[in-house]
Structure formats: structure tokens, C-alpha cells
């Protein structure tokens, strides 16, 4: 009988070697900037206490309320995967005593996990790269971030297909005052409602402006907004922001709906989205969150950040580019003969150790002359580099050019790094591997 296979789990996604060179090449360009703009990379754990959870993303909300990966750990506490990083980081600055007026400019870049039900580019487990600005109360912070945010579109060749919507929720204040008008609205429609936004209602009306069933739509269309009733600091917090990005040629559209799904949030919220992800079109989602340190009891200090969407942007790079080419080895040594194989080793070793930045690929496991031969070739390699018993004996080895015109030639062993050199330069350029 044979063995059952185990199957992943629903919604958590291996990332094949296929797939890496997409994922490494975001994560560079990511990098590159995040350092050109003076972020320092932090990363907390992926399990926190279930608390934290609650208390800073919301008990009202689908990721708390729905979606969250809790379990009770072997010494009895209630522990939970992160759906997000947020909670996560301003945990560490508290617990790491890293506030004290100061500010800091952050990045994480891990999986996250929420239990939803899983489709095309909503998994259950999935990667954000998460940038937070710490004790920065003004526009230039959320317009920095944006900044950053639309040239790291740029550089992944995806400027054209994604679009920025920014909106402003005001002060807990204000949101009040407005919550109480949205109430009275929603009541009066209250049979209209469908059993998602009913339940919103008790908890979290905004979101019911979040709803994405069409039958929902006229109602929402004719609900009081929430850019109507902004306190005066919030109205010119987000004028200033939308000076400075038009300032920077940074394109928006206000979208007076935009409520997002955590409730940390005050002021700036904002959402890259593309169309063509259908109904899973957030990318890049943020906002600012001035309450939520003092809330956790840290000392009041305002702060402003955005996650990315990994999958969703990888795709977007997919459909944008197609796939990166792999990079292929400079050389492919081949091994003739059972008692050359340890002098191969040998040789390429030494060689790794005189070219570091080349890339050799050795031939393990034996097979006939063809055969190696064939795989130099898939590999894509531009030399072959030969190490025969033959010529082991005579104390040189052999080289090939793979992609280029030119016969075999032999290269002394103990100047074995020069001769490379001298091949090389005569077997052309670097290819890759499609
Ligand atoms: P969020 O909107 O919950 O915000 O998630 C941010 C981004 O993560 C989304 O725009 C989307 O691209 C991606 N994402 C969310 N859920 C899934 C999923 N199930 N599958 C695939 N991708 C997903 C936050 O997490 C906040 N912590 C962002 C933030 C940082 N706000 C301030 N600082």
C-alpha cells in the first residue's frame, strides 16, 4: 500500500524556484529604496500574544473577528499567528523602550496569515512587505510614504497598472459625530441591508461603506460622507497632503468610501489597486494611526505606514514583464571518467575560491560524456570546462566554448584561473536561462 500524500494547506502557497527570480527581483528593488530612503529593517515575531491583536487591529473587524490563526500554546496562552505587522512593530518599539520622542523610519518584510477563503490573490497565508513612519505627525510623512510607494511601482515596471485612492477619516472625534449620522441613516434602511452590513452595524458601521455586494450600492451611494463632517486639523492635514502630491506628480483620486478593514486609523488612508486582480484589487494599503501607541500603552506618539501585497504585486510584475530570466552558470564542469570526479571537486573549488564572483556549475553524479554534455548545454553555461582522467595525467584540463563559435583547448592546471579567464572572454557574454 502506498504512503498517503500529505497536501499543503488551503491557501498557503510554496514558492517554487521557478517563481523565486520575480519574488528576489522585487525584494532588491525593494531594498535598494527603502535604503535610499533611510529605513531601517526590524522583524518581530510571527506569533504574538492574541491580545495585542484584539486590542490594536479591533474586536469588531473580519480579521479579528474571522479570520485569525489562534491557538492555546502548551503553557496555556492564547497565542496568534500575525495577520498583519503593524500590531506586531509597535509592540517591539514599546517593549524595547525605543520611543521616548524619537523617531523611526521601519520596514518588515514576512508572511502574514488570516483565514480567509482562499481565490486569486487572497491566500491564507501571504507576504507584505510593511513600512511604518514613527513620530511623524504631518502630511509629509504619508506623502513620503506614497512617494516611496509610486517609485517602487516605477521601478517594477508596473507604474501603468496600479492607482492611487487616498481618503481621510478624520479624528476619533469626528468620527463619532459622523458615526452617529451614519447610524441614523443605516437604520432608516435598515431592512435593506444585507446580513454582513446588519452585523457591521453593531460594531463598525463604516465598513458597512466598504461593502462590496452590488445590491448595497445605492444605499451607500445616498449615506451622509465622512469628508463632509472632517474636524478642521484633519481637513488641512489631508489638503496639504494632496498639495504635496500633486507636488511630486503623484496622481489621486479621493475616494470619500475608502474605510479600510482595521481600525487602528485616523486621518490619511490609502489604497493602490489595480483592476485587473478582479474583486482582490488592494495591492499596497494604509493609512495613519496616531492613537494606536497610547493605546497599547505606549506614550502618544503619531505614526503613519502602508503593507504591500506581495502575490498581488508579483503578479502585476508577471503580467507586466513575464518572468525574469535565471541567471545561467559561467561555467559547467565536466567530469570524465570515475577517478577524475574528486580532482573535479578539487579544481572547482579552488576555482569558486580564485572567482568568487563566478558561477560554476559542477557536474555531480557521474553520466557518459553525452549526457553531461547535454545538461552543460540545458544549463545554459558558456564554457565547459573539461576534467578528463586523460588530461589529468597530463597535468592540464580542457575548455569548450558552449555558445560560441571555437574549438577545445587545454590549459595547464596550476595556472588553471588565468586560462579561464583567457576562455571565457573568447566564449561571449553572460547568458540567461529562460
Ligand atoms: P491590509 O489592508 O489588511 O493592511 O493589508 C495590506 C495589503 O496586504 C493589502 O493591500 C493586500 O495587498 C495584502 N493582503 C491582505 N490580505 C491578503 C490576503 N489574504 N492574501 C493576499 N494578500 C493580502 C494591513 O495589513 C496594515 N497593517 C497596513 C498598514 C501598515 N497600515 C499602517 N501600517
Redesign the pocket.
Known sequence: MSAQIIQAIRGMNDLLPADIPAWQHLESCARELLAAYGYQEIRVPVLEHTQLFKRAIGEHTD?VGKEMYTFTDRGGDSLTLR?????GIVRALISNGMLRGQRHKLWCLGP?F?H?APQA????Q?W?L???AVGCPGPDADAELIAFSARLWQRLGIAGSVKLQINSLGTADSRRAYRERLLQYLGAHHARLDADSQRRLEGNPLRVLDSKNPDMQDIIRGAPLLTEHLDVESRTHFDELCAMLRGIGVSYEVNPLLV???D??NRTVF??ITSSSGA?N??????R?DGLIAQLGGEATPA??????L???VALMLSAAGAPAVTAPDVYVVVSGAAAARQALQLTERLRGERPALRFELNLGGGNFKAQFRRADRSAARLALIVGEDELARGVVAMKPLRAEGGQSEWPIADLAAGLDAALAAAGPAAARG
Not at 495577520?83 to 500590531?87: G, S, Y
Open positions: 480579521v495577520p498583519e505587522a503593524t500590531a502574514m488570516r480567509e490573490g487572497r491566500y491564507r501571504f507584505q510593511d513600512l511604518e479600510r478593514g482595521l487602528y486609523y489604497e493602490w482582490q488592494a495591492v499596497c494599503s494604509g493609512g494611526y503613519v505606514g502602508f503593507a504591500m501585497g502575490e498581488r504585486a
